[in-house]
């Protein structure tokens, strides 16, 4: 990460800890992912990406980057179907400071002047010249080293969730998530 990030991550600390009500007390997180498929020893993007449910099939349309979707609380509900079905319930921990705050957009990555930073790492046929998210995930990823995406799920901003495009180790916790 670079010393701009850092710097920068003082107001992202903030903002999580005004608007979204997660515990910063500690550098990392626990993240909560729920799925059908047993015995997952690791996430990885490119596999969710293969074979989304209904629930992330209209995400996918708007942006189709690989990434695996998380809760950040215990039995939390999505705000648009509530509980998601699955069984399988699988726990990683990773630092918060991988997390770039999308809605925030501290950096500032999805202003029109970054659009040529990204063609620099893209080219000017990448995907990001026409879809944001694209765009701020591809330089949060190379200028920043982010791994991912926090934001608030609707306009319930206690109601928070992670989109990860990079492979994380996983653990299987062996009780109902609801």
Do not use: C
């Not at 626990?30 to 992330?56: E, F, K, M, N, W």
């Amino acid at each position: 990460m670079s010393n701009e990030s850092r710097y920068l991550m003082e107001d992202w600390r903030e903002f999580l800890r005004e608007d979204v009500n997660i515990d910063l007390g500690e550098d990392e997180m626990y993240l909560y992912h729920i799925s059908s498929v047993p015995d997952i020893q690791v996430l990885d993007p490119a596999i969710a990406a293969i074979g989304p449910r209904t629930y992330t099939k209209a995400e996918y349309r708007a942006w189709d980057r690989p990434r695996v979707f998380f809760f950040t609380d215990w039995g939390q509900e999505d705000t648009t179907i509530g509980r998601i079905g699955g069984g399988n319930v699988y726990r990683v921990k990773l630092k918060k400071d991988d997390l770039y705050p999308i809605y925030k957009d501290p950096l500032k990555l999805s202003y029109p002047d970054m659009k040529q930073k990204y063609t620099e790492i893209a080219g000017q046929y990448g995907h990001g010249m026409y879809n944001v998210f694209e765009r701020v995930a591809t330089l949060a990823q190379e200028l920043h080293g982010y791994k991912g995406f926090i934001y608030p799920q609707s306009k319930d901003e206690s109601k928070v969730i992670v989109a990860l495009w990079e492979k994380v180790p996983a653990e299987k916790i062996d009780k109902p998530f609801y």
